[in-house]
């Protein structure tokens, strides 16, 4: 059974607070992505990842960084938490596009910001 | 932005009922998902219909797709109160990194 974890369900940080968000696939995939989900607005790619220290920004990468020294394991860095990112973060694993295209996601963290 | 957008925003039907939900994009795809998330979850993917396929099917759901009206629809049929969640439609790009573009979702609610 395919499996993707986050280190946290639910998470509150204060403003100004380094954050670190962990992600871990199972299932040997190349690319891994961090989006963030708001009410209104869907999910927003963050960043993504198609190997094993390579990371590319997506639509909103301001405010974050991304770290990937592993294959599996995938890292989202708030290097200064703010009330505007407070939001529901999702991780997601795939195979490269040649392959198969769906993603897989994990359960998501709730982050509050204060 | 090739941002889907989802339409209608909220559905509420009752068990037993067919529910039809569609998905509008801006650029040319490779491929259009669906996928599914209960409330305060990650998402799940439910069905992929690639830019030359017009319809498909797996199990209650009906996809199609018509890329002249860059549109898509999802369709399921008998529903359950087990079908409550959101629902989201996602594009791939034709061209560069397999990203997926998401929609702003559906929340369907079926009642017993």
């Known amino acids: 059974d395919v499996k993707v974890t986050q280190s946290s369900r639910y998470l509150v940080k204060r403003t100004g607070e380094k954050v670190f968000l962990e992600c871990v696939q199972d299932?040997?995939?190349?690319?891994m992505f961090w989006y963030r989900q708001d009410p209104g607005l869907g999910l927003r790619l963050i960043y993504f990842?198609?190997?094993?220290?390579?990371?590319e920004k997506g639509d909103i990468p301001e405010g974050y960084s991304v770290s990937r020294e592993k294959k599996e394991r995938f890292s989202l860095i708030l290097e200064s938490a703010s009330t505007n990112q407070t939001s529901m973060y999702l991780c997601?694993?795939?195979?490269?596009?040649?392959?198969?295209?769906?993603?897989?996601f994990g359960p998501g963290t709730r982050l509050l910001v204060l | 932005s090739q941002q889907g957008e989802e339409d209608p925003q909220a559905l509420s039907i009752q068990e037993g009922e067919n529910a039809t939900m569609n998905c509008s994009y801006k650029?040319?795809?490779?491929?259009l998902q669906w996928y599914r998330q209960n409330s305060g979850r990650g998402l799940v993917h439910l069905i992929l219909?690639?830019?030359?396929?017009r319809e498909k099917h797996s199990g209650r759901l009906r996809v199609t797709l018509d890329t002249s009206k860059k549109s898509s629809s999802l369709l399921i049929t008998a529903s359950r109160a087990a079908d409550t969640a959101s629902y989201f439609c996602?594009?791939?790009?034709?061209?560069?990194?397999?990203?997926?573009?998401f929609g702003t979702g559906t929340r369907l609610l079926v009642s017993p």
């Open positions: 997601a694993s795939s195979r490269p596009l040649a392959q198969q295209e769906t993603q897989y």
């Open positions: 299932m040997d995939h190349e690319n």
């Open positions: 990842s198609y190997d094993v220290k390579m990371k």
């Open positions: 650029t040319s795809i490779n491929n």
């Open positions: 219909i690639r830019s030359n396929e």
């Open positions: 996602a594009t791939v790009a034709n061209t560069g990194f397999q990203k997926l573009v």
